[in-house]
């Protein structure tokens, strides 16, 4: 069946697509018992949660643009940031207080894409510094580092909640290859093709071009590609590259700024433990603290119990020139394939049923079936009647043509039980923050949600101004109606 874009992509549609209702309805349509039963569990959890707002309109903000001066004090130095930024409101009704303590310095839990990404727009923006604590003490190593990097200007146009976000983000992006280096980052603009396959795709007439298609012209396609986008609306990014050159630009715009290794497993406010200086600390695993004017939770699936992660393997594969379209291939499995400009593809596809994540970041366990299963799928769609190989790609498993060996992992896709982020304060805590749940776009959403997270965190501290580019209340994370319990445990016992 041919699909489009909007209405039935496995990954890449709109919230819709994501919710835990969706799911269950595609799980039923592959008569996945165990999937529809771990599903199910999750669609009482949200029905449970009455969500309410996923569907009003967003207004489409009309961003001025300011010039404002910043003299920030940090605990060693004070430097003086001159930025264009765009006013942003707080939309949660946390900020702008007038004789608020000032932030100057934000302990981020989770060194993911969209950690990271705050981290940088409060040091480009506002001048501010960032304690970035992570289980690993590395920057992406989990989904953040691991994902394709695909990313789309319009393809959640249709959700009110994503489309103004991810348009803004598409923009950022641009902006983070002229600032970082387009080649730092493996930044391009590419197309995006789908290409119908079958078992016995030799139906097409012998000898007949298929339309379109750089590369995907297997002996197995059944029909002409269809164009889901072209260069002015797809771009791609490589995610790890991405978020280790915004690390260490954040260490060059706010030097205070570090990394630390340690898991956080609770805030700490004023009548806690936080410190008299401190409005908020951050107690990690090992009981110590990390004192800050914000703490904002960024920790990917583990972030809350209402949350889950849905594994996806991948597989980094050598091509044998550099590719320019990436392919969702429609039948045969669905697999996708993200050509890079390094001359290498990202395959990926089967995703396991959600579940709460017990797996430690950067320790997923990868399944070397679920591997092979990839591999077999894109091999059968894309591969010439001899069945051996694709012209283009080299799928081997044995790394030993010559070639760089292929790269196989393993992550989760974070998402919350209606397949929209929570971006905002934590509903009764002051100065407590979360953002996460960005479920198959998060690199693309990145930029635009640390952002807007980055100008909330700082107008609570009479910083930033009244207009967003993205207003966040869709996203409040008070929507689910109950307390959010934070970054449970690691493990079964969650
Ligand atoms: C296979 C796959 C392909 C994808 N491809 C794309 C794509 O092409 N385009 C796109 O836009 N998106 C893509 N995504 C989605 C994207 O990768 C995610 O949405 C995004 O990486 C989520 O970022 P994050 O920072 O929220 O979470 P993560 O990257 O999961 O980071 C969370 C971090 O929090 C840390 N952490 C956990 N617990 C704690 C704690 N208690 N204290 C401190 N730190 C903690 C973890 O160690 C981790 O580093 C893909 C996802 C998958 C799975």
Known sequence: MRWDKNILSPRWGNEDNHTPERTMIRAFQKTDLRRVASVALLFLLATADAFRTTHLPAPRASPTTAKTTTKTKTKTKTT????????????????GAGDEPPVTHVVVAGAGVIGVSTAYYLAKNFGVATTLVDPTGTIAPAASGKAGGFLALDWNDNSPALGPLA???????????????????????????????????GRRPAGRKLEGIEWAEGANAMGDASVLGGTRTIAQVHPKKLCDAMWERVLELAPESKLVRGRVVAPEDKDGDAGADAAVAARLEDGSLLEGDALLYSCGPWTATNMYGTKYHSLVVPTTRV???????????????????????????????????????????????????IRESVRAASSFADGASTSYLVLGDDGDDGRQAPLEQACYLPGTADGIPMMGRVPGKERTYVCAGHTCWGILLGPASGEAMAHEIAAAGGRGSSQPFVDLGMFSPGRFGRPLELVPAFGPER
Not at 89 to 95: A, E, K, L, N, Q
Not at 325 to 349: H, I, K, M, N, W
Request: net charge negative; charged share 25%; glycine share 10%.
């Open 80 to 95: 003086t940031t001159t930025t264009t930024t765009t006013a942003m409101r707080s939309s949660t009704g946390t900020g």
């Open 167 to 201: 348009r803004r983000s598409f923009a950022l992006h641009e902006e983070l290859a002229d600032d970082l280096g387009a080649d730092t980052i493996s930044y391009r603009r590419l197309e995006c093709v789908s290409v119908p396959v079958g078992e016995n795709g």
């Open 323 to 373: 590719l320019h379209q990436c392919v969702f291939f429609s039948g045969l499995g669905d697999p996708e394939v993200y050509v890079r400009g390094d001359s290498t593809a990202y395959c990926t596809g089967f995703p396991d049923p959600p579940v709460r994540v017990a797996e430690h970041p950067g320790e997923e366990e990868v399944r070397p079936e679920a591997i092979d299963r």
